[in-house]
């Protein structure tokens, strides 16, 4: 694996994961439990459409080969895709989506905050627009984690199971593969062992602040550096490429 | 002041033009029919988000989902706008969402049809919200503050809407022979109730006159029905598209359109329930209020004990 | 507990450095964050606003249409506080 081989597939599993959060945080829209936080869950997802196509136009770019973000996006099969297993998650109770959405925005907060001082210059700069957009999702996300921990009764007991349920999927956020050494090596990319010890800080301290137990899990659900994703995201493609792959071709 | 006075200085002051805010005195007609128009409109925003956000998840590319994305959001915030418009005078969000959620209050029929295609999505943006912007461009002018503020806001914000609907419309027309024919498909079957959703005409249509003069209508459901016409019909085929109306001509002498029969009696039935997507989109929102309740009430619950430990400190 | 769709806030937005706050509109909120928030959520999305105030509705006091006559008309005889009130003569600057 070459340099521009590891940029490439970086490129993807950060392009993909957004792409698919947003996707997910889509899915709200019009249906949100108030009207101010339908508004505000789209704006979330707008953000994450826009970093999507800054990303997968890049990775086209990068990889050479004439391929568009749309084409990336569009045209690639489940075992392409390298979104991290987290994001494909479906969004259950409003407590699942936010706990979904809480675990990865910090995550992503100390991972963009690490790539603002990439050595590739498109992606420093990708990174510092969306550090300011991702700090505004965490700290939406954060206040939501107080007020359903420490809400209602019903509240914290969906939330708590929530954030049990979603345990598992947060090790592999933090394997570094030789994609990442090489990357990291290079300075374009973060060391994701450290990234992990702030993540693992911050989750804890919002936890206590929203009263939640850390969930006691310990299997670790792996498999999206190789492009081996749970049963849902078929689905999600199902749906996201139909119309796209239904016309060969067509401009939209 | 007795009635008769108030009531002519109030007519007065709409006639010069000036606005009637909240804390004035107005009609007990004036004041119900305003909140019946705020909320049925804010209504119709919020259900209106159903029949696009259908499609976002199918969107077919990623220029296309952001597009959407933002002008379904639009919607919400237009909802949003008219709600607080109409809590100006004096009712509570809660109790409008309750009218509409027993189905005690009307929204615009035009939401009640599917969306079965993505150029369904061209179709609404390009004529359901052009339709809407020459009613609203008339409401900005109304009488009462709120309602005209809003509408000014909104406005200005759905001028995008009407834009990206033509565009998408536009690149099928001038894309594969399937693309066109899916144009060409939306626009048969959005045509005609774009052409109703502007209200009954103007012999049908109860109270008008007083209602005009109180500046709350502002010009009658034919007159804008017939701009939007005039407008549309040329954009239509400036992109080789056929409005569906075999009895649609333009009139050299009056300078407008002359358009066929509209069918009211589906309009109505639309209004009353009867319509293909009435049953579901009600559900749909009787649903997301259903599952945010326990959020809502954590939220509050929340407020509370953080309020109580600062009183304590 | 009844379920309600929060309470309202009143939202001003300063829409560039230096200038005063505006009255943009309202949100439904249950606390001051969240209502700072939507504030942010609602009324900034075309990068209309630099700040935000939000505060609770029922926090302002408004004066009544019938204190119009009272407020503000005794006001309307005291031209002499408006610089258009007074003569200088041609050729007098900086004043």
Redesign the interface.
């Known amino acids: 694996m070459n340099l521009q081989e590891a940029k490439f597939e970086y490129l993807l599993r950060l392009g993909d994961s957004s792409l698919i959060i947003g996707?997910r945080l889509?899915?709200w829209?019009?249906?949100?439990?108030?009207?101010?936080?339908?508004?505000?869950i789209?704006?979330i997802?707008?953000d994450f459409?826009?970093n999507?196509?800054e990303l997968?136009k890049y990775a086209g770019q990068v990889e050479g080969k004439g391929r568009d973000?749309?084409e990336l996006?569009?045209m690639r099969d489940e075992r392409e895709f390298r979104n991290l297993l987290i994001t494909e998650q479906p969004n259950g109770?409003?407590a699942y989506t936010i706990a979904r959405q809480f675990l990865f925005d910090t995550y992503m907060f100390f991972l963009y905050e690490g790539l603002k001082s990439s050595k590739d210059e498109t992606i420093a700069a990708i990174a510092a627009k969306s550090h300011k957009e991702i700090t505004?999702h965490l700290?939406?996300t954060t206040?939501w984690m107080?007020?359903?921990g420490?809400?209602?009764e019903?509240?914290h007991e969906?939330m708590q199971n929530a954030v049990n349920d979603l345990w598992m999927f947060t090790a592999e956020m933090f394997d570094m593969d030789a994609v990442d050494t090489l990357l990291v090596k290079e300075g374009i990319a973060p060391d994701l062992n450290k990234i992990k010890v702030d993540w693992e800080t911050r989750v804890k301290e919002v936890f206590a602040d929203a009263t939640l137990q850390m969930p006691t899990t310990t299997f670790k659900q792996k498999g999206s550096r190789e492009g081996k994703h749970s049963e849902h995201l078929g689905f999600l493609l199902a749906?996201?490429q139909?119309?796209?792959r239904a016309?060969p071709?067509?401009?939209? | 002041m007795d009635e008769q006075k108030q009531i002519d200085a109030f007519e007065a002051k709409i006639a010069a033009g000036v606005k009637i805010e909240p804390k004035d005195w107005m009609p007990e007609a004036y004041r119900k029919q305003l909140v019946r128009m705020m909320s049925q409109h804010a209504h119709s925003e919020?259900v209106g988000?159903?029949p696009e956000?259908n499609w976002?998840?199918?969107?077919?590319?990623?220029?296309?989902?952001?597009i959407l994305?933002?002008k379904?959001?639009d919607e919400?915030?237009h909802?949003?706008y008219l709600?607080s418009a109409a809590e100006t005078l004096g009712v509570d969000r809660t109790e409008l969402l309750e009218q509409l959620h027993t189905g005690k209050a009307k929204y615009s029929s035009i939401f009640n049809y599917p969306t079965l295609t993505?150029a369904d999505i061209g179709a609404i943006g390009w004529l359901v919200d052009g339709a809407a912007i020459m009613n609203q461009t008339a409401l900005a002018r109304g009488s009462y503050g709120p309602y005209s503020r809003a509408m000014v806001r909104i406005c200005k914000e759905e001028s995008f809407h009407n834009r990206q609907g033509y565009e998408?419309m536009m690149?099928?027309a001038q894309?594969?022979p399937?693309?066109k024919a899916m144009a060409q498909d939306a626009l048969d079957r959005w045509w005609w109730p774009a052409v109703m959703m502007l209200g009954p005409s103007d012999d049908q249509s109860p109270n008008s006159e007083q209602l005009m003069r109180w500046k709350v209508k502002m010009e009658s459901n034919d007159a804008i029905r017939e701009r939007f016409i005039d407008r549309t019909v040329p954009q239509a085929e400036f992109i080789g598209l056929k409005v569906p109306d075999k009895d649609m001509k333009f009139d050299e002498k009056t300078g407008h359109y002359t358009h066929g029969k509209i069918n009211w009696d589906e309009f109505f039935d639309v209004i009353k329930g009867n319509g293909p997507c009435n049953a579901k989109r009600l559900k749909?929102r009787v649903?997301?209020d259903k599952?945010?309740?326990?959020?809502?009430?954590?939220?509050v619950?929340?407020a509370t004990?953080r309020a109580k430990e600062k009183e304590v400190a | 507990?009844s379920d309600t769709?929060?309470p309202v806030w009143e939202v001003f937005i300063q829409a560039s450095p230096g200038i005063s706050h505006k009255h943009a509109g309202s949100?439904?909120?249950?606390d001051a964050?969240?209502a700072l928030?939507?504030a942010?959520?609602?009324y900034s999305?075309r990068s209309e606003g630099m700040n935000i105030w939000v505060v609770p509705a029922n926090a302002i006091t408004a004066s009544s249409p019938e204190d119009q006559g009272s407020f503000f008309e005794p006001s309307n005889d005291k031209p002499y506080r408006h610089p258009t009130f007074y003569k200088i003569p041609e050729g007098v600057k900086y004043l």
């Open positions: 996707h889509s899915e829209c019009g249906h949100g439990p108030i009207l101010e936080e339908d508004l505000a789209i704006n997802a707008l459409v826009g999507t196509t997968l973000e749309d996006a569009y109770d409003y505004y700290r939406h206040e107080y007020r359903l420490d809400g209602t019903e509240s969906r749906e996201m139909y119309v796209h016309h071709g067509a401009k939209w | 919020i988000m159903l956000g976002i998840t199918r969107a077919p590319n990623l220029r296309r989902k952001a994305l933002a379904v959001q919400g915030g909802g949003l709600y993505w998408i690149q099928l894309g594969t399937e693309q749909d649903d997301a599952k945010g309740k326990w959020v809502r009430e954590a939220a619950a929340y004990k | 507990m769709q929060w949100v439904h909120a249950p964050e969240m928030q939507n942010r959520d609602v999305r």
